[in-house]
């Protein structure tokens, strides 16, 4: 199986540097290139395609949620990981908001990191219980009141496709594992998206967890 396939992205160069110790004794892991700006990291994740970008949230020049939402809308099969310093719930649903496949942070355990890296690699997504945990509250604290449209008005093929969604699949991902186009999936994704009110994959991962299509 080959390697997967990374790009460290960190203003530190300590940072890359302590890192790059830890991924390189990865048999499984390849890191392809190392950038400390996001205008670097977009130019380098053009170059090298990678499988996996681990990408710092705060950066002088260009921030890791605007670079992260220039190589998602380039690039949509490149998972990218956040790994920061940050754990306020803004900074975390403003990179899930630009298309993050997951939210770590550099005090996690290095286990839980590799982890990780091997999770969005697979396509699904990591939240680390830290911010898994602000995900739940987020609904908690909104209540009934602002509570979007139940899922009972959803087809069972709709609630299918939003909890495929709320996993961080794709739509080429959603059709091969429910056996229909993807363009399909387009349609029903859109059907959702009107039902309930909600457009991006932050909210339709919030709405699946308040209503137990995803366990949190």
């Avoid at 990374?6 to 940072?15: A, C, G, N, Q, T």
């Avoid at 048999?27 to 700006?37: K, Q």
């Avoid at 998602?72 to 975390?92: Q, S």
């Amino acid at each position: 199986m080959p390697p997967i396939k990374l790009i460290l992205v960190d203003d530190h160069d300590i940072v890359r540097a302590g890192l790059r110790m830890l991924l390189e004794a990865q048999p499984n892991i390849e890191i392809v290139a190392e950038a400390s700006s996001g205008a670097e990291a977009i130019a380098l994740a053009e170059k090298y395609q990678p499988n996996v970008i681990l990408m710092d949230v705060t950066m002088p020049d260009m921030n890791g949620i605007q670079t992260t939402r220039q190589i998602k809308a380039h690039h949509p099969k490149i998972a990218v990981l956040a790994l920061t310093i940050h754990e306020e719930e803004d900074y975390f649903f403003q990179m899930l908001d630009a298309g993050a496949s997951g939210y770590i942070p550099k005090r996690a355990a290095p286990e839980d990191l590799l982890r990780a890296i091997h999770t969005v690699h697979r396509g699904e997504v990591f939240l680390h219980s830290s911010v898994a945990g602000a995900l739940v509250k987020d609904f908690l604290e909104r209540g009934n009141a602002d509570s979007p449209t139940e899922p009972s008005n959803l087809t069972e093929r709709e609630q299918e496709v939003l909890t495929l969604i709320a996993e961080g699949l794709t739509n080429k991902q959603i059709g091969e594992k429910l056996g229909i186009s993807p363009k399909t999936v387009a349609r029903h994704r859109d059907n959702i998206t009107k039902k309930l009110n909600l457009s991006s994959r932050a909210e339709l991962t919030r709405y699946a967890i308040q209503k137990g299509l995803i366990p949190p």
